[in-house]
Nanobody, 117 residues
Framework: QVQLVESGGGLVQPGGSLSLSCAAS????????MKWYRQAPGKERELVAA??????DYTDSVKGRFTISRDNAKNTVSLQMNSLKPEDTAVYYC????????????WGQGTRVTVSS
């Protein structure tokens, strides 16, 4: 059974930092593409960052501020968020893309990040 469990959300002041973590189980983690999405109130879910075995990618609004990383030995993916802005407020979701020819998407339950003074 695939499980993705996020942690690390919370309330932070503008300019502050948070680190999100996602613990994965039930699939071959090292071969999966791992992503972080977010959904702000009243908005559609958007891709924030992605990491494969050899590359990372970020949406423009977080480039230079967020860093995605993975630990294949621990089956975890992390999102370090620095210089946070109020517009980063959202529920953040961990996503796994599993499979090479037939791809299956799995989602965590989400963790809320609130950036406010």
């Amino acid at each position: 059974q695939v499980q993705l469990v996020e942690s690390g959300g919370g309330l932070v002041q503008p300019g502050g930092s948070l680190s999100l973590s996602c613990a994965a189980s039930g699939f071959t983690f090292s071969s999966a593409a791992m992503k972080w999405y977010r959904q702000a109130p009243g908005k559609e879910r958007e891709l924030v960052a992605a990491i494969t075995s050899g590359s990372t990618d970020y949406t423009d609004s977080v480039k230079g501020r967020f860093t995605i990383s993975r630990d294949n030995a621990k089956n975890t993916v992390s999102l370090q968020m620095n210089s946070l802005k109020p517009e980063d407020t959202a529920v953040y979701y961990c996503n796994a893309v599993v499979g090479k020819f037939v791809r299956t998407l799995y989602w965590g339950q989400g963790t809320r990040v609130t950036v406010s003074s």
